[in-house]
């Protein structure tokens, strides 16, 4: 059996837990962020949503970097602040 080093949290009478702070920061995860959630052997495997624009939640043109996916209509906006 492999041996646990994660962190340990209960989970409520809804069904919601608290993301720990460290693994938020760690993965830049913020509030009003969309996740996904799958089930992969006996483990619930949550992580941020890929198909989905980690500023405007948009879907269309997406394009990855560093790890997180923007939009064009995203990347155009940010490429217009440095001009
Ligand atoms: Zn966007």
């Avoid at 919601?16 to 089930?39: A, Q, T, W, Y």
């Avoid at 619930?44 to 923007?70: E, M, N, V, W, Y």
């Amino acid at each position: 059996m492999k041996k646990s080093t994660g962190v340990f949290r209960c989970i409520d009478e809804l069904g919601r837990i608290v993301i720990p702070k460290s693994m938020r920061n760690k993965l830049g995860i913020n509030s009003g962020d969309s996740l996904e959630f799958r089930i992969e052997e006996d483990c619930i495997i949550i992580s941020p949503d890929k198909s989905r624009c980690a500023f405007c939640g948009g879907t269309d043109g997406l394009c990855s970097f560093k790890g997180k996916s923007l939009c064009d209509r995203c990347i155009t906006e940010l490429s217009e602040i440095k001009n």
